[in-house]
């Protein structure tokens, strides 16, 4: 399986695996994201990966950044923004690391409520 670039709104898989990733999104608004992203091929790149029945088993979104990225130190940069993978394709190993990514950074977040007697 390799990834092929996807240049085309009309491709079934790449919108469908979207709306999983997103569902409380609406499918017009999917299909704008997916034509803009076209429009701006030397900004914006998508990828999908399909199995051997050619039906999508995961995509990938990138785009080039030139506001800060964390975990990095320069600009433009590279942001792989989204990525999904079928339930049956997944437990095969860490994508983003067999991709060659590095982690930079985790964030953990805490919160605690103000009000008299309560934490959160």
Not at 81 to 106: I, S
Request: hydrophobic residues 35%; proline residues 7%.
């Amino acid at each position: 399986m390799k990834p092929e670039p996807l240049t085309a709104v009309d491709d079934v898989d790449w919108l469908s695996m979207r709306m999983e990733l997103w569902p409380d999104c609406p499918r017009q608004r999917h299909l704008e994201e997916m034509a803009s992203f076209l429009r701006e091929p030397t900004r914006f790149v998508q990828f999908i990966v399909r199995n051997s029945g050619g039906r999508g088993i995961g995509f990938a979104e990138a785009s080039v950044r030139t506001d800060y990225v964390n975990g990095t130190s320069s600009s433009p940069d590279a942001y792989l923004g989204d990525l999904n993978v079928a339930p049956a394709a997944r437990g095969k190993g860490a994508v983003y690391t067999q991709l060659g990514c590095v982690e930079t950074e985790r964030a953990v977040f805490f919160s605690k409520s103000l009000g008299p007697g309560k934490a959160d």
